[in-house]
């Protein structure tokens, strides 16, 4: 026993030094009193003790309920129970996590209130041996399940020893019908309702809140760890709330993506805006050629009488052209003028294709801001800005030297506006379905033709249940449906026309009026494109493979064609005179292969023509892409489906002159009679 008691005293100094808690109360020398506290740690403890009251409440019989109705007493303890049981309690108890530094009375007068403490966390000083004495028709359990140290056996022998009946029944009296769990449990679910919301908060702390994320995060792990001491509840609560808002009042001042770099939202400027200081002081990185960056302001051309944003992207073939049209003619350009070119791509891919195409201008790369005062969805895009105002917004078709001059000396110029645009998601809500709701289920399968969308755009919108086409000519349509069996590059001459011309100009695009940078024929484009351009609706309850959209469409364009224009449409193996690229010499041509794995590549310039590690079948398609208005179609005669690797120098829209330039590949170009595959158009009757 001796010994026991010292281990105690030992761990208690222990429990003292290493938690900081005074436990100087918790152990006695009395064994009355140390069992007393004991229940104490059983009520303050983790529902293990709960599992053991259960246990232990059920080891009553009626004859134990009959002698507790006797004489009183003026101790109350729990019999048999082994003070070895002090350190698995203790060891519970601070293990928990949640420490009571404050000691509770452990002896209480008759005359006296137990329950007056702030928690009723006293209740479980008589609750354990309460419960023992309830619900006796309840089944007879073993003792030791569960825990090999509390193994009371309540005999009359036993309880006659330590205390009387009486003085226990007016015990349990005092308590009424309160149970171990009601103030534990209450309190529990608390606790772990707050922590739970801590951690919550430290998640979305972690990921919403970016920068400041970090010092967010290691506040709230403290909070945590202060909000396992009871007395803390309130600090915690205050410091959160000023916590939050701080958070608030750093979103307050932190940039929308929609604002400049001072934090002011930017208003999308229109022809007639006024260029504002903001805009002119906003620090912009430029490249050029020869891959220098520089940092600019346009500021520094606010002098200048015209100032032209050219938004261009390393993709665009026709913002690449007029960029390398305008930097050829840059010493002809009034000094009083500047063109700066814009892109979103980074610098690498910018300062590579003004190095590959010499363009002089230096270019303002990865815009997020310029974009944003000038809102468009297609390029080229040009900003037109005189003497600090917008003057014109336009596609760039009608740019040249000689308008710029003019516009510089106040003359009056010929630009037409860009047409209205309509970004991706706006145009794919357009192609929902414009049916009633009440009546979508009814539909099994809807296709309309319709007039073009008036917006400068030709797209295509392919779903499992539907198929959109927007501002196709009738030909365009056609040879969409037909792309199987004609090549879309080159495939304006892949056409046998067997219809009038009057016919034939209502339903292909004029070649006149394509590309000639004159003010009369981009109005008589602009009028075309309003009359002859359709789109066309295709719409399922079921889904549709590729090939059954396809037939449809055919199908609808059988129709079209019958009702509008009394023509027909197939697509015929023919023999037709074409431009076909043949092999010359075949032992020369074979030091063309390409061996090595290097990247396919493809250069293209004024006079120049480079392949690395590429098919023919891309010279075929440049060739024919150069030369649409031939009315002969270029075609691939050689047969080798290889890679190759050559430079042409020569012009690419002089076939002839391309053939003289394959000679020192093996290879030539000639004009030749082929069967090809051919999409003919003719009138009804004909062949009937």
Known sequence: MMNTLKLITFLKAYITYIFQVPVKQYLSTDIVLFTHLLRKKIRQGKTYFK????LLKKRYTSDFQNLIKMEASSDFCLPNFAPASAFH??????????????????????????????????????????????????????????SPLLSPCYTQGQLNDCTSPTQQKQAFQQVGESRLTYGVESERSVL????????ALEFRANTLLGSIGLVVQRALKCFLFVAYYKRA???????MFLCFVSMFSLSAQTPRKDSGADGLSIKSLEVGSIIENQLWNMPLKTIDHTKVEKTITLQKYRGKKLLIL??????????IRKLKELSASQTLIDTNAVVIPVTINDAHAAGRILQQNNIGFSSIYADSLLRKYFPHVSVPHQIWIKDGRVAYITDGNLTSVANINKLVHNKPVQLLPKNAEISREELRNL?????????IGQVILSSVFAKSLPYSVFAKFDTKYSLTLYNHSVLGLLLYANRKEIPFVGMRNRVIWNVADSTRYWMELPVELINTKKYEKENALRAWKSSNLYCYYLKSNEMLDEQQKTDLLKLDLAKLLELKFNARSYVATSRVEAWCLYIRDAAVFKKCYSKSGATGKIKADKGYFSLVNRPLQSLV?????????DKLPVTDATG?????????YADTKNLCAVDAALQRYGLGIKRDTIALPMLVIERRGDHD
């Open 640 to 648: 080798y489906a290889g890679n190759v690797s050559m430079d042409l």
């Open 89 to 146: 309690a203790i060891g519970i108890e601070f293990s928990s996590g949640f420490h009571r530094a404050t000691p509770i009375k452990t002896r209480c007068r008759p005359d006296e209130n137990p329950m007056k403490r702030r928690n009723s966390v006293v209740i479980g000083y008589l609750t354990v041996d309460y419960t023992f004495a309830q619900e006796t028709h309840k089944l007879d359990y073993s003792a030791t399940l569960g």
């Open 431 to 439: 192609s929902k379905p414009d049916i009633d709701s009440n009546r």
């Open 192 to 199: 772990r309702f707050f922590k739970s919301i801590c951690k």
């Open 51 to 54: 599992g053991i009251s259960i």
């Open 233 to 239: 509840y309130r600090m915690v609560l205050t410091w």
């Open 310 to 319: 050219d938004f261009w992207t390393v993709w665009c073939a026709p913002c």
């Open 621 to 629: 398609s440049y060739l024919a892409d150069n030369n649409y208005k």
